[in-house]
C-alpha cells in the first residue's frame, strides 16, 4: 500500500512537472520584463486588462503581421485632465518612405483629442515606445488610442479603455474618425 501511494505522488509530480513544463513553452518560457519579446502574447491569446492602480494603467495589444501599425500597450500615468500616455507601437518602419507616423487619442465618438507626432522612422527599435501628455481625459472617460502609417493611414490594432480600467485590444473599422488624418498637429516631414 505504501508503494502504491509513493507511485502515485510520483506520477502527480510527473505530471504536474509536464504540465509546468507546457505553459511554460506556450508563453514563451521567459521570466524577462514588458519590453521582452518571449513577454509578448501570440496572435491567438487574448488581451487581459490591466486594472490600474492609483493613477497607472496598462495592457498589452495582440500583436500582428499586416502593413499597418499596431498599439502593442498603454501606460498610463498623472492625473485627470493631464495624463500622460506612454504608448507601444509595433510597425513596418522600413525608412522616411514607410514608417509609424504618429499615434493619437480618439473619444468614443471619434474626436481627437491627442496626436503624438513621431518624426522619424524606428527600423531598428521595434516595437518602440514614445509618450506624450497632456491628455485632457478623467480617469473614467474611454478613449481609443491607435497609431498611423504615413504612407498607409490606419488599420492596425488600437486599444479601447480608460486610466480607470486600462486598456484592451478591440476591433476599431480603419474608417473610423478618418477625417481626423487632415487635422493638426501634422507631422513636417521625416527626420530619418
Not at 68 to 79: I, T
Not at 102 to 128: C, K, M, N
Request: glycine share 10%; hydrophobic share 40%.
Amino acid at each position: 500500500m505504501a508503494m502504491r501511494i509513493i507511485k502515485g505522488r510520483k506520477r502527480t509530480r510527473l505530471l504536474v512537472g509536464v504540465v509546468l513544463f507546457m505553459l511554460a513553452a506556450c508563453s514563451g518560457g521567459s521570466s524577462g520584463g514588458v519590453g521582452d519579446e518571449a513577454s509578448r502574447p501570440s496572435v491567438m491569446e487574448q488581451p487581459t486588462p490591466t486594472v490600474a492602480q492609483g493613477v497607472e494603467a496598462a495592457t498589452t495589444a495582440i500583436p500582428t503581421s499586416r502593413n499597418v501599425a499596431d498599439v502593442r500597450s498603454v501606460v498610463s500615468s498623472g492625473e485627470p485632465g493631464a495624463y500622460r500616455f506612454a504608448v507601444e507601437i509595433a510597425s513596418p518602419d522600413s525608412g522616411c518612405d514607410q514608417y509609424a507616423d504618429w499615434w493619437e487619442v480618439l473619444s468614443e465618438e471619434g474626436t481627437l483629442l491627442y496626436r503624438r507626432i513621431l518624426a522619424h522612422s524606428h527600423v531598428d527599435e521595434q516595437p518602440f515606445v514614445r509618450s506624450g501628455a497632456p491628455i485632457p481625459i478623467e480617469a473614467a472617460t474611454v478613449v481609443w488610442v491607435r497609431a498611423h502609417m504615413n504612407n498607409g493611414g490606419y488599420g492596425g490594432v488600437a486599444l479601447r479603455g480608460s486610466v480607470a480600467s486600462g486598456f484592451v485590444a478591440a476591433p476599431l473599422d480603419s474608417e473610423f474618425a478618418a477625417e481626423v488624418a487632415q487635422e493638426a498637429p501634422l507631422p513636417r516631414g521625416c527626420d530619418f
